[in-house]
């Protein structure tokens, strides 16, 4: 399986921007790029998923550069609720096995 | 949304006794399950994937005797953990794809085994 790179933690104040990014460089034509988030003892929780062209929905925005080897998760404004990890996920074409990895653990300062 | 509703959310019982969890997808027919486990400040790790009316596909080290998957129905699949003993205790998640749809999670089962 393909393997994505984020960073452990970040931090970011409340009412603003928070964008996380994702290294996937070997990422093949049919992976998909999907993005989960976790509270504490809450199941993983869909945020945004695409292929190749970026991708909003109404919680965020997905960002995927042009080579694909990387995508960026953008929340517009970051609340106390978005304080979560946030999964950056690969999944081949019509093989729907999600494989977690670490993560990055988002912290809202008030 | 879609809702996948996850049954029981806490159990604690006893070494050697079974333990059923459902999972349910309420509002969409899920032709394909996963179990995942998490253990304590660690990620989540896929057991099995189970698609409708046919047996599960258990991922490396997953005991299928130990972790009885059922998948019955489009809207139900049940894991049975069996003689369970105190190191399976852990946060037991299921999740439900139909269709088109991403994958979409229960609330998990924290299951503690005395």
């Known amino acids: 399986d393909a393997k994505t790179t984020q960073p452990n933690s970040m931090e970011s104040n409340e009412e603003e921007p928070v964008h996380l990014p994702c290294n996937h460089s070997t990422i093949s034509g049919t992976d998909y790029i999907h993005w989960y988030r976790q509270l504490p003892s809450q199941g993983p929780e869909y945020v945004i998923h695409?292929?190749?062209s970026n991708v909003n929905n109404r919680m965020a925005s997905l960002a995927i550069a042009e080579d694909r080897k990387s995508s960026t998760l953008i929340l517009h404004r970051a609340t106390l609720r978005d304080a979560a990890v946030y999964y950056c996920i690969l999944s081949f074409g019509s093989n729907y096995k999600l494989t977690f990895g670490k993560g990055t653990l988002l912290t809202v300062n008030p | 949304g879609a809702v996948v509703s996850q049954h029981p959310s806490r159990v604690i019982c006893k070494s050697g006794t079974s333990v059923k969890i459902e999972c349910r997808s309420l509002?969409?027919?899920?032709?394909?399950m996963f179990w995942y486990r998490q253990f304590p400040k660690k990620s989540l790790m896929l057991m099995a994937t189970?698609?409708?009316?046919?047996?599960?596909?258990?991922e490396q080290g997953v005991e299928k005797d130990k972790f009885l998957i059922n998948h019955a129905s489009l809207t139900l699949s049940t894991l049975t953990v069996t003689s369970a003993h105190p190191e399976d205790s852990s946060f037991y998640i299921c999740?439900?794809?139909?269709?088109?749809?991403?994958?979409?999670f229960g609330d998990g089962t924290r299951l503690s085994i005395l």
């Open positions: 695409g292929l190749t």
């Open positions: 509002d969409f027919q899920a032709t394909t």
């Open positions: 189970s698609n409708e009316g046919s047996k599960a596909t258990y």
């Open positions: 999740s439900a794809k139909g269709g088109d749809q991403p994958q979409h």
